[in-house]
Each structure stands twice: as structure tokens, then as C-alpha cells.
């Protein structure tokens, strides 16, 4: 921490892949359809000239745009308080050797990048969870609880076929960025899981949205 500022936004990231993001992400993700059902408000909005399909992905995209501009400004923040404060040192890479400053701001900057994918699974895994319970609590509590479970299972050192499809581990992929020579197999592994943790809680979520019946009690 006090060798090089680089060392600070690596270290928030760690500190919010583990608990933060879940909660940022499903402070909108979680009550944005949700609010819907508790406010009664889906009947006015469907008498719009607007389907379903487009009020799903209207959401969804504001939501994602929510998680997208979170991460960026804490990356950005982070960084620059580094630096700031501390001073734009070379950093010692996780293999032990330094790398110069100019690659290492580069470095930090993909590294939280790479939590974006696992960003916006948690975030559709809110939006699952605001459709199907209709409940803003669930939808936000939900996706923190499940991160959490996540988290402990890792930590217990469970089976590792289990642990690379949990949706936390694609957060420690930056990993290897870090290393002296550099690895990508668990961002790639990461982004394909992500991936897959979007589509079917979007598809959930959509299937759902669909079926459901406004007009009832």
C-alpha cells in the first residue's frame, strides 16, 4: 500500500468483488421490476404503446448501465487516489517482479474490467429475483446472500469442478494479469460462466414477465 499507489485500486477490488459489487449492483437490479408490482403500477404502464419485451429490456439496460457506471467510477476513483496519495511507483507483480508504471496503470484498469462479466451476472441474477418474488427486499437482499454462499463455499475450498462455475470466481481472474507472465485461462473460464449466469436469469426473468398475469389480483 505504501510502495506504490497502484497497490490501492487492486486492494478495494479485492475487498468489493467479495461484498460490495452483490450490493451495488442489486440496489437497482433488485427493485427495478419489483417496485412495479409494489407500487401497482404495471396496468398503467402496459396501457402504454409500449409490449412487455420492450419494458424487460428497457430495465434490464438501465440496470446493466446502473452496474457499468458503478464500476467505472470506483476503478477511476480508486486509481486515481492511488497515485495521488501514494505516487505512481513501479508495482511489485504478484510473481515478485516490478512492473514499470505506464503498464501497471493499464494492468489495474483491465483488472477491473474484468470484474464487469461477473458485474452484470449478479445484476441479472437481481433482475431474476425482482421478477419472480416481486418483492424489492428479496430482490436486493437476494443476490448478497447468494454471494455470500458463494463466498464460503470458496473459502472451504470446495470441489474445484463446483468453484469455477460459482459466479464470484470469475472476480479473482485478474489474477493472473498480474503475474510475470501473464495468464488468461480463468478470465476467459470467468467470462463463459458469466455469460451463462446471464442468459438463463434473463431468460428466467423474461419467460416470467411474460406469463405473468397483470390484469389479475
Not at 467470462?191 to 451463462?196: A, E, I, R
Request: hydrophobic letters at 55%.
Amino acid at each position: 500500500m505504501h510502495a506504490s499507489g497502484f497497490a490501492t485500486p487492486l486492494l478495494v477490488l479485492g475487498f468489493a468483488a467479495q461484498w460490495v459489487f452483490p450490493l451495488l449492483t442489486s440496489l437497482v437490479a433488485g427493485d427495478i421490476f419489483a417496485s412495479e408490482d409494489q407500487h401497482g403500477t404495471w396496468k398503467t404502464i402496459l396501457t402504454r404503446s409500449h409490449s412487455r419485451t420492450q419494458i424487460f429490456w428497457a430495465k434490464t439496460l438501465a440496470a446493466a448501465t446502473f452496474a457499468i457506471l458503478v464500476l467505472a467510477v470506483l476503478a477511476l476513483s480508486c486509481l486515481a487516489a492511488g497515485v495521488l496519495l501514494v505516487g505512481h511507483q513501479p508495482l511489485e507483480s504478484l510473481s515478485g517482479t516490478l512492473l514499470p508504471s505506464g503498464r501497471t496503470a493499464g494492468l489495474v484498469l483491465a483488472a477491473w474490467a474484468s470484474a464487469l462479466p461477473p458485474l452484470l451476472g449478479f445484476t441479472a441474477l437481481g433482475i431474476m429475483l425482482s421478477v419472480l418474488t416481486r418483492s424489492s427486499p428479496m430482490g436486493i437482499v437476494g443476490p448478497i446472500i447468494l454471494g455470500l454462499v458463494m463466498q464460503l463455499y470458496s473459502f472451504l475450498n470446495g470441489a474445484d469442478t463446483i468453484r469455477r462455475l460459482l459466479l464470484v470466481t470469475p472476480f479473482d481472474a485478474w489474477h493472473g494479469l498480474l503475474a510475470a507472465h501473464p495468464y488468461y485461462g480463468p478470465l476467459r473460464d470467468g467470462t463463459l460462466v458469466s455469460v451463462g449466469y446471464i442468459l438463463i436469469c434473463l431468460a428466467i426473468a423474461y419467460t416470467a414477465l411474460r406469463r405473468r398475469d397483470i390484469t389479475g389480483g
